[in-house]
């Protein structure tokens, strides 16, 4: 094993350049003068990272046109990697999720002796199942987040690690919802909704809209309502401009960032399939999930479904513990109701949200690992094979 290890990443979103950055943390901890290079976020800068590309550059979902608009940018960097990679191998190269962009660039490493790891295992177990041959050409071994993944690659002869989720060691057992309201200025004596519509361009395009106008039905029927939204620095002047169409107003607070603060803070959160999801179990909060595409790229999706949930909580405790609405049934009408039965939960249903916090807590204690360690430990037994 390497005494200065150099080690290559991609991490192809926001969540991924958080995932990178905690791993990162038990790299260094291993490997002190290691050194790290390849496609990240600030998350993985603030670590020593070298960012020969923004992680932002491939932050695109769906299929068809709103893929195919970005194909020729995202081929010509992953291109353009690959050929200075096995110009100059790193010990290790790490692919955080973004299968669609790592797992090919993992086979061509593969091939040349380079040891390739992925860090969150592909939803083979919720669409796509087909991929699951593409990991075994691709990986020396996957590091998983769900404690079920590991058995589920091995009878596919994948090795595998659980490592948990890092997320679960981000937040707080015990969330500080009076302290998070301070911090944003927010009554203690008024209801909180936090609406993410998600960290992509593609995915707020689809729904802003729609959960502002669900907002505006929420204020209707609940005046005292107060919403904050999370934005990240590249989507916040459109979300700022809907917030303005729609006449929210000071009803409304755009956040720079403060996803965490935004989901302590709040009674209920409208939001966004995705990552962001698992972040509100773990704050136990109840939310509506939401997800709209287009038109093209849901019906593909929605022939491509294994599972009857989309929503993590929901695939984690396997069943529809929150309320998910898809595509036209995310519908403002729709959407407002269900926040609105949150809302009416608190005072008229506590045992609801009772039975909610405490199911998200038994899944955040499972969740809990020390992830830096288990991560470094399981590359340290790749780089020893």
Known sequence: MPNHLKAALVAGEASGDLL?????????ERWPDMTSVGIGGPQMAQRGFQTWWPHDKLSVHGFGWEVLRRY???VGIRSQLKARLLTNPPDVFIGVDAPDFNLDLESALRQQGIR?????CPSIWAW???RVEKIKRSVDHVLCIFPFEPALLAQHGIAATYVGHPLANVIPLQPDRQQARRQLGLSDQAPVVAILPGSRGSEVKH???VFFQAADLITKAQPATQFIVPAVPLLKHRIVTAAQQYGLGARLQV??????????ACDVTLIASGTATLEAALFKRPMVIAYRMGALSWQIMRRK?????VGLPNILCREFVVPELLQDAASPQALAKEVLAWLDAQTQQPERIRALEQRFSALHIELKRDTPTLAADAIAQILQG
């Open 20 to 28: 990178a950055g905690l791993l990162l943390d038990g790299m260094k």
């Open 72 to 74: 020729r940018e995202i």
């Open 116 to 120: 390739t790891v992925h860090f969150v």
């Open 128 to 130: 796509r199942p087909e």
């Open 207 to 209: 729904l802003v809209d």
């Open 255 to 264: 956040l720079d960032g403060q996803s965490h603060t935004a989901l302590a």
């Open 305 to 309: 479904k294994l599972q009857p949930w």
